[in-house]
Every structure is written in C-alpha cells, then in structure tokens.
C-alpha cells in the first residue's frame, strides 16, 4: 500500500481571526468549514489546509486523536517561476515580508515569509524533489 498524495495538511494559531484573514487576503484560499474557536479549513487545489489553535485541539472533547503543537510550522505552496513576479508584487502591497529567497540547483526559486503566528510558509518550484516535467495541480 502507499499513500497518493496529502489530503490535508494543519499548521497552528492561537489568533484564529488574524490567520484566517491572512490565509485568505494573501493566499486567496476559501474557508470551507469553520469551528469556533478551534479552527478553520480553507482549501487549496485538491487538498485542504487546516488552521487550529494548539490550545483548543489538546482537548480530548472530539472523536480524533488529540493533537497540537508549539513553534513555527512550515507548509510550502506550488509556484511556478514565471507566477513569481506577482507573488512578490502582491505580498508586498499586503504588507507581507518576503523572509528569504532561495534559487535551487535543480533550478527554480523559492520564496519564504511567515504567517501571523510566525509558521514559515514557502512558495515553491515544481523541480523540487522530482516534479520537474509532471503536471500538477496548479498548472
């Protein structure tokens, strides 16, 4: 058996409203379910991004495991090179600033910038770890 691919992917916050205004104003992604203080699901592509606070999901009040974490989480986002003009454009007009920018030996660029809660998010080439030349999701 092997898993074919991420179905949904969480990062955490304890300021729910600003990240969930964040995550749509800056990544354009479309909440899909919303639970009161606990957290939101916004969706990306074919795959959903959960945002839940750490404090709320260590509460074993629900029928899943629970769960949560401190610290910066990561999560990188498919960019193709030629979109990252505009990402650049438009992180800076939302007042969003680019952290580091990495260009790969497999070739294409990375951008990184943090969230309200400080998780390093990344817009990412397709070269990475083997994709070059397969379509995806954002093609």
């Known amino acids: 058996m092997r898993a074919r691919q991420i179905f949904e992917a969480c990062l955490y916050a304890e300021d729910l409203e600003a990240a969930a205004a964040f995550y749509q104003r800056v990544l354009g992604l479309e909440i899909v379910s919303l639970?009161?203080?606990?957290?939101?699901?916004?969706?990306?592509g074919d795959g959903v991004v959960l945002i839940f606070n750490p404090q709320r999901t260590r509460i074993n009040d629900m029928n899943v495991p629970v769960h949560g974490c401190t610290g910066a989480g990561h999560l990188a986002f498919l960019a193709q090179e030629h979109e990252l003009p505009g990402w650049r454009a438009h992180l800076q007009q939302c007042g969003v600033p680019i952290e580091r920018e990495v260009r790969w030996p497999e070739g294409g660029t990375s951008l990184y910038f943090r969230d309200p809660a400080g998780?390093?998010?990344?817009?990412?080439?397709?070269?990475?770890?083997?994709?070059?030349g397969r379509r995806l999701a954002s093609e």
Not at 35 to 44: E, M, P, T, W
């Open 35 to 44: 639970s009161a203080g606990r957290g939101f699901a916004l969706r990306c």
């Open 119 to 132: 998780n390093s998010l990344e817009l990412a080439p397709p070269t990475l770890w083997g994709f070059a």
